[in-house]
Nanobody
Framework: VQLQASGGGLVQAGDSLRLSCVAS????????ISWFRQAPGKERDFVVG????????NYANSMKGRFTISRDNLKTTVLLQMDGLKPEDTAVHYC??????????????????WGQGTLVTVSS
């Protein structure tokens, strides 16, 4: 299983970015792909997850409203649309594949495969 995250970059506050996570080798048991982010010196935080088959989504409360997750019809590419970016969104963003239950999407230990991360930098 491989996850390839891309789409990060340097933007100004208020701009938008779309991150992409392309997965290969997934088994049907790995039904959830989620995005996490880690700012310098901080823990890795859950952003949002999606069930590849049902399309159900689960957003961290603090991420609702500005971020939108989606998946393609082949269920192997997951997109994260980020609008209205703020300097505090600066972080390395990771995608991960696992099989957590809905209430546990935010638990990093339940994800078995991780992408390499893509850096999002938002200037003020």
């Amino acid at each position: 299983v491989q996850l390839q995250a891309s789409g990060g970059g340097l933007v100004q506050a208020g701009d938008s970015l779309r991150l992409s996570c392309v997965a290969s080798g997934l088994t049907s048991s790995l039904h959830v792909i989620s995005w996490f982010r880690q700012a310098p010196g901080k823990e890795r935080d859950f952003v949002v997850g999606i069930n590849r088959f049902s399309g159900n989504t689960n957003y961290a409360n603090s991420m609702k409203g500005r971020f939108t997750i989606s998946r393609d019809n082949l269920k192997t590419t997951v997109l994260l649309q980020m609008d209205g970016l703020k300097p505090e969104d600066t972080a390395v963003h990771y995608c991960a594949a696992g099989r957590p239950v809905y209430s546990a999407y935010g638990q990093t230990r339940l994800y078995y495969y991780w992408g390499q991360g893509t850096l999002v930098t938002v200037s003020s």
